[in-house]
């Protein structure tokens, strides 16, 4: 009995010894409700770039600074025009400069706020047939829409001409055919996108920080509105965009934002949708007609964010207005999850 009761034993103690020892999770600390306030200031000039668990800005730049921006994926060679400044594209079905001299009479678009591909200003400017690319240097015309106080930032026509090695090569100059630019952009791949300026003169900037960075966009950007009778018509609006890199989101109106807990999220679906934040968390009150008007955050929307590290943080608008009474601050609440 003895013999059979220390094989017994025996045995446990090979079998348990086989089992790997449980990995110790290392705890965080989810820390505090958190405020920022993001200063766009009064005309909204800047682009902010937010980092959620840092709770910080991390690059600021004026949102004039680019005009074109280059996809920089692998395969990949979408164009997108800059709408913070109101800046459309419009294809000329023409494939000489000295064809296009006038914007007239062609039909401007812009880039869904939405931040799908599939119906881009720009849209296919090269095609694959086969083993080959195939460009297809039609001109486009761009306005480049204006800066901050209302001023037209004016013309250009342009021909983008390959995409080769990871960079982009293209052509452009006014439109009565001054100051001809020939021009490339090298793919940054840290960055959801390499950036180009009709007015520096270095051409290539660099205004987004590296995509692993950020979380929110806190900007301008162009969107569709509809009259009261359901007439589409594009507009300048102010808010949120989200980081197009592993950055995920969720809104919601129907809980407390001080009771939501982690296991509230399971209860959402998450979109990539760039605009799911949006412009739609304040309203205007007052009298528009006569320019008596204030704006009143919905603080009872509530935004869940899954960021690139996969935490959870809920996030909400509780105020616009900085310590000055000046417009244009946008002050946040937030808390990871």
Known sequence: MKIVLTLLLLSLFILTSCFKEDERIIPYDRGDKSTATIEMTQNYKYQLYFNLNSGQVISVNDKKDFDLMFDTRPDEGHILINTANFTMAARTGKYNFSEVTSAAGLTMSFDPSTGSYDSTAIGDWYQIAGNDTIYTSEVYVINRGMDELGNALGYRKIIFDSLVNQTYYFRYENLNGTNPV?????NTPENNFAYYSFSNEQGQVYPEPPKNQYDLLF??????????????????????LMNRFSTKCAADSTLVFDSI?????????????????????KDVVGDVESGIVFYE?????????LDQQGFYFKMRF??????????????IEFQKL
């Open 261 to 281: 807990s982690l296991e509230d999220v399971v209860e959402f679906d998450f979109t990539t949708q760039l605009d799911i934040i949006g412009y739609d968390w």
């Open 219 to 240: 900007t301008q950007y162009t969107t569709m509105l509809f009259t009261n009778i359901g007439e589409r018509y594009p507009y300048l609006v102010t808010g949120v």
């Open 182 to 186: 020939s021009a490339a952009v090298v």
């Open 297 to 305: 955050v919905k603080s009872e929307i509530n935004y869940l964010i």
């Open 318 to 331: 509780i105020g616009f207005y900085n310590q000055n009474g000046e417009k244009g601050y946008p002050v």
